[in-house]
């Protein structure tokens, strides 16, 4: 039963730390904008979220076939394999072989953290759906 | 902690900026300077970036700080004017003025400035998500 409740919080945590991951990637990508030789990452957050979850839907819950088994628990915190995380292609070349590009980082740092605080917003109104439940008001 | 780390990570990189525009303001104020007594002029000096890893997770390259590696000086020789009246001229009258090229320096110093900004926008949207975040499930 408690299950139902925690399980779209348990996916909202998850994508809430991928999240914060990422930013900070896109922040080491600004900060490296000048460094001779520095290669642009970057995380392919459907599927560094797919890895995450276990490729699970939300709010549904695992199969439980022994006593022992917990049930619904969705993916480590903050698991994150390293296959989602990527290389990003240079728009222009450069001499120092850096491939940062600054527009495109700046774009994807806007977007991270609007993503970010509409995650923080859909964990808000989780938490106040569940306490309206549990008040029962 | 994710987002934490990126104070360190903008930081350095702000840090290492503005020591870059430190390097470039001694250049600008030395533009001018002659040759003196050993015939060396000032030489331009420029500073090398390098990648530091700084996660708290070794080798994580999600948390990629910048650091200043090494500080070179430009070795071409500066600008010789003839000009025998001058109190710093050699034997020949030729008077030995510092190698600084005050375009490039200008050119250093928005390219400084303008990445010095873009970090401590990225650290300013960092601290407002963080302090969002502190603020979770109480809204």
């Known amino acids: 039963m408690l299950n139902r409740l925690s399980d779209t919080l348990d996916f909202q945590a998850q994508a809430l730390s991928l999240r914060s991951e990422r930013q900070r990637l896109i922040a080491s990508n600004i900060a490296n904008a000048d460094t001779p030789g520095y290669v642009a990452r970057d995380l392919d957050f459907a599927q560094a979220l797919r890895q995450a979850t276990g490729n699970l839907q939300p709010a549904r819950a695992l199969q439980v076939s022994q006593a022992g088994h917990l049930g619904g628990a969705i993916g480590v915190g903050g698991a994150r394999g390293d296959g989602s995380l990527t290389y990003a292609t240079s728009a222009q070349t450069n001499l120092d072989r850096n491939t940062v590009d600054m527009d495109r980082e700046r774009a994807s740092f806007a977007d991270n953290s609007v993503k970010y605080e509409a995650t923080l917003r859909f964990i808000n109104g989780n938490v106040r759906t569940v306490l309206s439940a549990i008040t029962g008001q | ?139």
């Open chain 2, 1 to 139: 902690m994710g987002m934490m780390s990126i104070f360190n990570v903008s930081g350095s990189a702000a840090s290492a900026q503005s020591q870059r525009l430190n390097v470039v303001a001694s250049n600008l104020a030395n533009a001018d300077t002659v040759a003196g007594p050993d015939g060396q002029a000032f030489k331009a000096r420029q500073v090398t970036f390098q990648t530091q890893l700084m996660g708290e997770i070794a080798n994580d390259p999600t948390a990629a700080g910048v650091r200043v590696s090494n500080v070179s000086e430009d070795q071409t020789p500066g600008r010789r004017v003839h000009d025998p009246k001058h109190p710093g001229a050699d034997v020949d009258g030729y008077v030995t003025y510092s190698n600084v090229n005050a375009v490039e320096e200008m050119v250093n110093m928005i390219s400084a400035s303008r990445s010095y900004q873009n970090n401590i926008e990225v650290m300013n949207t960092a601290k407002s998500l963080l302090l969002k975040t502190l603020q979770m499930g109480q809204g």
